[in-house]
């Protein structure tokens, strides 16, 4: 199986499920979600190291940031977290996934997006089944269940991984960042 790899810290959980599942796993890199080339680099080098953990292959997609603000972000610059952005951007990610996947011999492809309970696994789930083919399957894993969240945050400091507070896009980042803004100042009235 081919798992679309987001960061290191989320697909820590992911690796280990599908290997109990009896997958062969090969962890896709692949992200011009990313808002700037140094974040892109550095979430690989975690990535990479994870990999190195657990045993298994690790290939890498080319970033484009780019392709993917002309294709998903475009006219959805002020949509929510959580919102058609975001399913744009999972469409992007897993036909990207989906395309390496049956280009390279894989039976089924999955993504470690499912392990955030910040993403709606019901959107990633359709955009991976518009994805899938006869070639390729997709496989709905909802990495969040059995507590797979929290074994992402345990695994990530075991293996001393750089844990990310956005999901890598500029839209996403000036909404954490103003989140921060207002909760700093709401603690200042306190």
Not at 23 to 43: A, P, Q, W
Not at 50 to 60: K, R, W
Not at 74 to 88: I, S
Not at 127 to 151: N, Q, R, T, V
Request: glycine share 6%; charged share 30%; with cysteine.
């Amino acid at each position: 199986v081919l798992l679309h790899t987001c960061c290191g810290p989320c697909a820590s959980a992911c690796v280990p499920r599908l290997k109990d599942l009896g997958y062969e796993v090969t962890m896709l890199y692949s992200n011009s979600n990313i808002d700037t080339r140094d974040e892109f680099e550095k979430r690989a080098a975690e990535a990479i190291k994870l990999s190195e953990a657990d045993g298994v292959n690790i290939v890498f997609d080319d970033y484009d940031h780019e392709s993917w603000l002309r294709e998903v972000a475009k006219g959805y610059e002020n949509e929510p977290e959580k919102g058609k952005r975001c399913l744009r951007c999972f469409r992007f990610n897993l036909e990207r996934t989906a395309r390496y996947a049956a280009k390279n011999g894989f039976d089924a492809f999955t993504t470690s997006l499912t392990v955030s309970p910040h993403k709606p696994s019901a959107f990633i789930f359709a955009a991976g089944e518009e994805k899938s083919s006869d070639a390729i399957k997709f496989l709905p894993e909802d990495f969040k269940k059995k507590e797979g969240f929290k074994l992402s945050v345990k695994r990530a400091n075991e293996l001393g991984l750089y844990r990310q507070g956005y999901c890598g896009c500029e839209f996403s980042n000036l909404e954490m960042q103003r989140r921060s803004s207002v909760k700093n100042s709401q603690n200042s009235f306190n």
